[in-house]
């Protein structure tokens, strides 16, 4: 489980990482950018738009995860197979909202929501 737990952090470093590497790609900012205050806010491509509104949407349930992740820990649930379900769910979640298949992507986010649930049943 600890390995999940990592294995999600990785995660949010890379969703909090890709808006600014496509916007880079992209041309819409500069490595001055990225590195200074950003003061202003530059016009960004919709694949970087997609990509920050996937890191927010992971903002949301990464907490939930962490919390149940380390209650399962601590109370010695078996949990594994749902975890381990959340965070597949979670990378194709990614790029599935990168791809703006809409649909899709929200029965994905079910899907995550139901894992996190079957997180949480057995430590009642």
């Known amino acids: 489980m600890i390995e ?12 909090l990482m ?4 496509l916007a880079l790609m992209a041309g819409s900012v ?10 202003e806010t530059p016009e960004v491509s919709q694949a970087s738009q997609r990509a920050r509104r996937a890191s927010s949407n ?3 349930t990464l907490p939930a995860f962490w ?16 975890a381990q379900a959340w965070l597949v769910l ?3 979640y990614l790029l599935s ?3 703006g298949t809409a649909y899709l992507r929200s029965l ?17």
């Open 4 to 15: 999940l737990i990592l294995m999600s952090l990785v995660l949010l470093w890379v969703q």
């Open 67 to 82: 919390v149940l992740a380390v209650l399962s820990i601590l109370g010695g649930s078996d949990v594994l197979m749902w």
């Open 108 to 124: 994905i986010w079910i899907g995550a929501l139901i894992c996190l649930i079957g997180m949480a049943l057995p430590l009642f």
């Open 18 to 21: 890709l808006p600014g590497i």
């Open 30 to 39: 500069s490595t001055a950018y990225l590195l200074g205050a950003r003061d």
């Open 90 to 92: 979670r990378v194709v």
């Open 58 to 60: 992971l903002l949301e």
């Open 97 to 99: 909202y990168l791809s």
